[in-house]
């Protein structure tokens, strides 16, 4: 059974600061998505990262991607308070059209 | 161009009774997925429908249920109603031409189950 592992589950830094998640799957999979969630609302997509050795970037963030060592990391550079919420990553369960999320990491970004 | 749209936005069951969500995908997508998210947690896979067929279902029980259309849209349906089906439900729609099938989310609808 494929499971999806991130941590820290909470994490709350200082404006400024420079942090990473990681996200670790058990079982290959061909592709890997970061999605950010506002409380009360619903998934945004951040990131899709398809092949070993992908690093996408938007603002403040970058995610790569390790599929040797099935893990992937979310890099936060300079956060803002505008940065807090909860982050996912997601793993397609391989073989099939099912996808399997972490358990989420709650990210607070103190003034 | 409208992204994924769900309705109701709130519902309010009592145990034992089914209810029905609805989901529009984004323009341009023909496969629909249903997540269940319980507070706290992750999103939970239901299932996915494409081409009016489920074709991918997650661990869940019969209960659940659903339709695609062939406007793409699609319906979760629950019967017989428990308190732990209290949850944020999800829809997400994508293309399934396009490389990488980025998912994009509906806005949900929050189910409470007394």
């Known amino acids: 059974e494929l499971k999806v592992e991130q941590n820290p589950l909470f994490l709350s830094m200082q404006e400024g600061k420079n942090y990473t998640i990681y996200c670790n799957y058990s079982?290959?999979?061909?592709?890997l998505y970061w999605y950010r969630q506002d409380p009360g609302k619903s998934l945004e997509s951040l990131f899709v990262?398809?092949?070993?050795?992908a690093v996408k970037q938007e603002g403040r963030l970058m995610a790569s991607l390790d599929t040797k060592a099935r893990l992937s990391t979310l890099h936060i550079t300079a956060a803002v308070h505008d940065l807090s919420a909860t982050y996912f990553c997601a793993v397609r369960y391989p073989g099939t059209y099912k996808y399997i999320f972490g358990t989420g990491t709650r990210l607070k970004v103190l003034a | 161009d409208a992204g994924v749209t769900q309705s109701p936005t709130h519902l309010i069951k009592t145990r034992g009774q089914q209810v029905t969500l609805r989901c529009s995908p984004k323009s341009g997508h023909d496969t629909v997925s249903w997540y269940q998210q319980a507070l706290g947690q992750g999103p939970q896979f239901i299932f996915q429908?494409?081409?009016?067929?489920?074709?991918q279902r997650g661990n869940f029980p019969d209960r659940f249920s659903g339709h695609q259309f062939p406007n793409y849209s699609s319906e979760l349906n629950v019967n017989a109603l428990l308190l732990g089906d209290s949850a944020l439900y999800l829809c997400a729609s994508q293309a399934s031409t396009r490389v990488g099938y980025e998912q994009y989310f509906g806005p949900g609808t929050r189910l409470t189950v007394t």
């Open positions: 079982t290959t999979s061909d592709r």
């Open positions: 429908y494409y081409e009016e067929e489920e074709r």
């Open positions: 990262l398809l092949s070993n050795g």
